[in-house]
């Protein structure tokens, strides 16, 4: 089993930058792909970033890519999402997930609620 909490979500301007944190503890957390998801109010969870288990990989949704970035430090059981340039329509709540492969997501956290606006 792999525990993920998230924490640094909030209210940001458009324009702004904030930096998610996903806390993972439990088993080889350094073995399993980790990645992001977002759930905007009123539409289904969507696709935001992943990474492999050694970091060498990385993924991107259109709709984020050059101005996200995920990362992880697996000395630290962390993986993060700096998100610049933050627009309207990145107002939802963000999920870490993980799992064997870049297309398994086996656990999930509670979610980080990421607010853009003025």
């Known amino acids: 089993q792999v525990q993920l909490v998230e924490s640094g979500g909030g209210l940001v301007q458009p324009g702004g930058s904030l930096r998610l944190s996903c806390a993972a503890s439990?088993?080889?957390?350094?073995?399993?792909?980790m990645g992001w998801f977002r759930r905007a109010p009123g539409k289904e969870r969507e696709f935001v970033a992943q990474?492999?288990?050694?970091?060498?990989?990385?993924e991107y949704a259109e709709s984020v890519k050059g101005r996200f970035t995920i990362s992880r430090d697996n000395a630290k059981n962390m993986v993060y999402l700096e998100m610049n340039n933050l627009k309207a329509e990145a107002t939802a709540v963000y999920y870490c997930e993980g799992g064997p492969t870049l297309a398994a997501h086996d656990y999930w956290g509670q979610g980080t609620q990421v607010t853009v606006s003025e």
């Open positions: 439990g088993r080889s957390f350094n073995v399993y792909a």
């Open positions: 990474i492999s288990w050694s970091g060498g990989r990385t």
